[in-house]
């Protein structure tokens, strides 16, 4: 899929960028089709690289689970990525290394946050999505990059998305 990206030049232009500059463009906001949105998450996965945190805001329905399913493809997880409403937390494998999906809908409280693995997950050298990001509060890393999704009045087929 991405067979011609050059490790070298990876490494040249990951060495130009500050550490905490979102890997790929800002954009938005832009209204997708889900074809669209699905393009545009399999061509952010193709860009990002680990360590990187990505919080997605947006109501039920807005589209997230859509959206990250399309960036693990970009980034190359094998296998079906379901939604990790009962787990709080899935791991997928990919070739560019491990990836991390949190789903904080039904967070309790901040104890939930430590057992499962929160601190490990965040620091990880992995690629890590968070669904209701809100939930976590203060523990949410200054340094996500930031996708918000929602829907758009009398368009039910369509979602406006902006990314920092
Ligand atoms: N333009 C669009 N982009 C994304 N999803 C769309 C679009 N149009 C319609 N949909 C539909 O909206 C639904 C989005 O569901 P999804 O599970 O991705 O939302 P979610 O934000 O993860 O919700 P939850 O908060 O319940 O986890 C899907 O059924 C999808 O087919
Ligand atoms: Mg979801």
């Not at 040249?12 to 960028?17: C, L, S």
């Not at 968070?130 to 340094?143: F, H, S, Y």
Request: charge should be neutral; hydrophobic fraction near 40%; include cysteine.
């Amino acid at each position: 899929m991405d067979t011609k990206r050059g490790g070298a030049s990876d490494a040249a232009n990951a060495a130009r960028e500050p550490a905490i500059a979102s890997t790929a463009p800002s954009s938005g906001p832009v209204v997708l089709s889900r074809v669209e949105l699905e393009a545009w998450g399999e061509a952010y996965g193709r860009e990002v690289s680990a360590p990187r945190l990505v919080a997605i805001d947006g109501d039920l329905g807005a589209g997230k689970t859509t959206l990250i399913q399309a960036i693990c493809r970009g980034y190359g997880v094998a296998r079906d990525v379901t939604s990790p409403t009962f787990a709080l937390v899935h791991e997928y494998r990919s070739r560019r290394g491990p990836v991390f999906h949190l789903d904080l809908y039904r967070l309790r409280n901040a104890d939930e946050l430590t057992n499962i693995g929160w601190d490990d997950i965040v620091n990880a050298d992995a690629l890590v999505f968070v669904e209701w990001p809100e939930r976590a509060g203060a523990r949410l890393p200054a340094t996500a990059a930031r996708i918000s999704l929602a829907h758009v009045t009398g368009r039910p087929d369509h979602r406006a998305l902006s990314a920092t």
